[in-house]
């Protein structure tokens, strides 16, 4: 009678199993994500099944926001603040500028003051003092927003503001933010401010959302002052680890550039709350804070559009000179690669800078195989060893710069919300690079030669989890 069950059990496992595979396959996913995935469920009995269950399931083609209002939302800085040829940028990059303005709405913001940040110690100072000099309202969006003591620290400011009348909104990760007792948020709600969990992880909806993550780091202050970059809200980002510190980039921003971080953030508010909010105070008309160009960028996978990675293949296309890029993991999507490999071919200098070390061992194993063909490429490795290197950085020449919240990963190309601001300035661009060349100083370079005479079992290694990496 036993075996007969055990008959009937597997029968059904191996049914569902194909089931699954069917399900897969007739989703029409990028074809290699979906041999990935077939791969786990045939050769990970039982664990393939649950790591799908958990992993694979796509949510996003249920619309949560229909296009008239995301466009409404999107549109809301360019109807109100100009267009394009009134602010000036470096003319080679008027292909990518046009590009991204077609695909999602995304305006050129003229008129800005950007400040970098590689303190997250700094950055901290100054978000908390801006937040104390709040008017009007705020607006925080945070993938880990922690109850320790920065966390506490920030959470005090903006109860403390709230009670004095200013608006006060909060979204942050569930997933991101697990570790945070609901008492925390709670706190919140009682000082007056709205706070929402964004893709709130409860059963039954745990399995299909836990995919999706809000990975963005926004900070709106007056619809003036902006934040964004790596950096959450978490004592480790200032203290860093035992093996090493926590080396990390953000930016503040002054002007009308804001005010593409308020769209998105309105957007995503109506997203986790069902309240759209379009009205004209939360994009004041700002004078000129300097000179710098730029377009906020969001992506995420409730739209077929891949914003963000369609810019960064734009510009890795029409660069000229140079190339740098830091990042915390390297799992490009084939096109990524193929155009950086083509671009340090065509003879330009290409640099990317991952850590030497990092806090996800099996994304950074599955980086690691991607090393030998850069450098077959001519591509220039450099591994950061102070520290953690969580920065998300890219600089292309001497006039374009890249910052936001984007690794350089499928899971942020494909799976989560990002924002990242494309900077069109030459002293920006310049400033970049001097954080990209300090931090080789702390680095060490990857010779060819040394790196393929590394054991064939730890090779092996890195090239199986790369198989997985579609998934990671």
């Excluded at 903006?158 to 997933?175: A, C, M, Q, T, W």
Aim: hydrophobic share 45%; aromatic share 12%; net charge neutral.
């Amino acid at each position: 009678m036993n075996s007969v069950l055990v008959l009937i059990l597997e029968i059904l496992y191996v049914l569902t199993i194909i089931s699954v595979v069917i399900v897969v396959i007739s989703e029409n996913r990028n074809p290699i994500k979906t041999l990935s995935w077939v791969m786990v469920l045939v050769f990970l009995p039982f664990v393939g099944l649950i790591w799908y269950l958990i992993f694979g399931q796509d949510f996003t083609k249920k619309q949560v926001i229909t296009k008239r209002m995301y466009s409404k939302l999107k549109k809301r800085p360019l109807d109100e603040i100009g267009t394009l040829e009134e602010f000036t940028y470096p003319k080679e990059h008027a292909s990518l500028i046009r590009l991204l303005r077609n695909l999602d709405h995304t305006p050129l913001l003229g008129g800005n003051d950007i400040q970098f940040f590689t303190e997250c110690s700094d950055k901290f100072e100054h978000l908390i003092r801006d937040i104390e000099n709040a008017k009007k309202h705020i607006h925080i969006e945070y993938y880990a927003f922690d109850g320790d003591a920065i966390g506490t620290k920030v959470k005090n400011a903006l109860i403390e503001k709230s009670l004095e009348g200013v608006e006060v909104r909060v979204i942050y990760d569930s997933f991101g933010s697990r570790k945070t007792k609901k008492a925390f948020f709670e706190e919140f709600r009682k000082a007056g401010i709205e706070v929402e969990p964004f893709l709130k992880l409860a059963l039954p909806k745990l399995t299909s959302r836990l995919n999706f993550r809000n990975h963005r780091k926004i900070v709106v202050i007056d619809g003036q002052i902006g934040y964004l970059g790596g950096m959450n809200i978490a004592d480790r980002y200032v203290d860093g680890f035992k093996w090493g510190i926590w080396r990390d980039t953000h930016v503040r921003i002054e002007g009308k550039g804001v005010q593409g971080l308020q769209s998105i953030f309105l957007i995503d508010w109506f997203f986790v709350s069902q309240t759209l909010i379009t009205s004209r105070k939360y994009f004041p008309e700002l004078p000129s804070f300097g000179n710098i160009s730029m377009q906020t960028v969001n992506s995420g996978p409730m739209r077929d559009e891949r914003e963000i990675s369609h810019g960064i293949l734009q510009a890795i296309y029409d660069a000229q000179k140079s190339i740098f890029i830091q990042t915390p993991y390297f799992v490009p999507p084939e096109p990524m690669i193929e155009a950086l490999q083509a671009a340090a071919i065509r003879g330009l200098d290409v640099r990317i800078m991952i850590s030497k070390k990092t806090d996800v061992k099996l994304v950074h194993l599955a980086s690691l195989s991607f090393v030998k063909e850069v450098l077959q490429a001519g591509i220039k490795v450099y591994f950061y060893e102070k520290g953690f290197l969580h920065s998300k950085l890219m600089v292309f020449d001497d006039s374009l710069t890249l910052i936001g919240s984007v690794n350089f990963d499928s899971r942020s190309f494909e799976h989560n919300f990002e924002v990242e601001a494309f900077i069109y300035d030459y002293n920006v661009a310049e400033e970049a690079i001097k954080i990209f060349v300090e931090d080789q100083r702390d680095s060490q370079i990857v010779s060819l030669r040394e790196w393929i005479k590394r054991p064939k079992n730890v090779r092996f290694f890195e090239s199986l989890m790369r198989l997985f990496a579609p998934l990671l």
